[in-house]
């Protein structure tokens, strides 16, 4: 771990301050409150001086089961790193933090979503266990258009980890 990951602490936010250190645009900010406050969706970030330095958020229940089934699989997304403060194992300081999270909320496996082209972020992701793949897929996991369909994106993959 490195002095400058060492040193900064992890907070939880509730769902208005976190909507606005998360800048959520409008089309998921409902979507994001709600699972907020229905106690199924936690924000975490560092904030050093007012600036967001990193942030993630945990998701316990969605609807895609395979990524979040709200008994034994949660899902953490939006992980985040200051581009100036990348390197300094700030990102795997907040993912050890919300495995530590889910395992206290009894969950068993924690899931990701990587783009499948992203061979740097993969190699990240399986050093730090995240080695099962659970399924390719080619659409959003949270954002739906106006008819309720989730939006098509490049194919990413969903990975998994054992955490108890």
């Known amino acids: ?29 409902k979507l994001f409150m709600e699972k907020m406050n229905n106690g199924n969706c936690f924000f975490y970030a560092i904030v050093v001086l007012n600036k967001t330095i990193g942030k993630i958020i945990l998701f316990t229940d969605l609807d895609d089961k395979d990524l979040a089934d709200g008994k034994s699989v949660c899902y953490f997304s939006n992980l985040w790193v200051h581009p ?7 990102g795997s300081k907040l993912i050890r933090y919300v495995e530590k999270q889910a395992r206290k909320k009894g ?3 924690l899931t990701l979503v990587v783009y499948t082209d992203n061979e740097k972020n993969m190699s990240i992701y399986k050093h730090l266990g995240f080695d099962t ?16 369909d989730y939006i098509t994106m490049k194919e990413h993959a969903i ?3 054992k955490i108890r």
């Open 133 to 148: 793949v659970v399924k390719y897929k080619n659409q959003d996991v949270l954002i739906k258009n106006k008819n309720g």
């Open 84 to 90: 100036k403060l990348r390197g300094y194992k700030i």
């Open 1 to 29: 771990m490195s002095v400058i990951s060492g040193i900064l602490k992890i907070k939880y936010y509730p769902a208005e301050k976190a909507a606005k250190l998360l800048r959520v645009p409008e089309h998921g900010k």
């Open 107 to 109: 969950f068993e496996y």
């Open 159 to 161: 990975l998994k980890k």
